[in-house]
Every structure is written in C-alpha cells, then in structure tokens.
C-alpha cells in the first residue's frame, strides 16, 4: 500500500483514505493508487493549495495526459474520476467531470507473440547477463520464460511473493498458479522427458 509520505498535496488524506476505502472493499488498488500518486505530484507541481478539485484542475490535468496512448489516458483519468466523486459526498462543491467515452478494442495496441526459436534465444540471452556468477542472469531467464508461458502481465509477475499458491502434480511436475480477480493462469513445466504439461 501507498504510504501518505509519497503524497504532499492538500489532497493527500482524502487520497489515501480513498485508497484504504476501497481496499477494505476487497479491490487490490494498488496500480490505481500508483496512478493518484501521479495526480497527487501533478497538484503539487500546480502549486493548488485547496483541498478541492474544480473544472480548471481537471482540465490542466487531461492535457498533461496528451503523451499518453488513448487507454492510458482513459485509466488516469477514470481514477482522477472515481477520487472526485469520492470527494463530492464530502464536499458538494467538487467538480466531477464526464466520463471518457471508452477506448475501442481495436485501438489496443496487439501484443506481439515470440515464437519459440525467439524466445530461446531471449532466454539464451538473458543467461549470458553480467556480471557472471550471479542471479541476475538466471532472474531475468526465469522471468522471461514465466512471462511466456502462463501469459500474465509484468507487473503481475513482480507482484508474485511467497503468499502466491503454487501445488505440486502427483507427478512432481511443478504446477503454479496465478489467479486474480479476472483471470486464472496455470503454468507450463517441463517434465523430466521433456514434455511440456
């Protein structure tokens, strides 16, 4: 969880309450509160000095999101949208601005897919890392060939720990499993011949 330290706009309790709020909820937060932390330094970098977001905060805010592609425009700013209507039941004079009308699919950037002889030589690669001897080639081999296989994001793979369910086939193959509130990943293991399961 966020800590309020990494806050330092007038608005950083109701921020931090919101996130403490909705992780109460059951909701994991923990990528939309990364994404009211950047709001939070864009309030400080204003210099706002009220605890009140208005149309004009709003709208200096969407235009600072023009590097951005159209979804992660769209995912700041839904977040930015769910802090203002939290802020309205308190104080009725918070702007609460429209909601971003919803990216096509087809707007998505495609994700490319390695083929096999690709991903080997990533894997190869990531081996050959420096500084020899260290973990950090295997890390990165690891990682890759994790990412690969079940498909999960980056940031889902970092967020894996010991608390993660990993179960162990009669077989002894190693099966982990990933699940989240929208997706369940099972990882493929190769097994002593060979074969992939």
Do not use: W
Not at 26 to 37: A, H
């Amino acid at each position: 969880m966020m800590n309020a330290t990494n806050l330092g706009s007038p608005l950083a309790t109701p921020i931090q309450n919101l996130i403490k709020l909705r992780q109460l909820c059951g909701r994991d937060y923990r990528s939309q509160g990364k994404l009211l932390e950047y709001f939070d330094r864009f309030l400080v970098q204003e210099k706002v000095k009220q605890p009140r977001i208005t149309r004009q905060i709003i709208e200096r805010y969407q235009r600072t999101l023009s590097h951005l592609t159209p979804r992660g425009q769209a995912n700041r700013f839904c977040v930015v949208r769910q802090l203002c209507e939290y802020l309205a039941r308190h104080d009725v004079r918070t702007f609460i601005p429209e909601p971003m009308r919803t990216i096509p699919s087809y707007a998505a950037r495609k994700p490319y897919i390695y083929s096999a002889s690709e991903l080997q030589s990533l894997l190869n690669a990531a081996l050959k890392l420096p500084p020899a001897g260290s973990l950090r080639p295997h890390t990165y081999h690891t990682l890759l060939g994790l990412l690969y296989s079940t498909g999960i994001r980056i940031s889902e793979a970092c967020s894996l720990n010991l608390s993660t369910q990993i179960y162990l086939r009669p077989t002894a193959e190693l099966l982990g499993y990933v699940s989240d509130r929208f997706h369940d990943h099972y990882l493929r293991t190769i097994d002593s011949k060979g074969g992939q399961s």
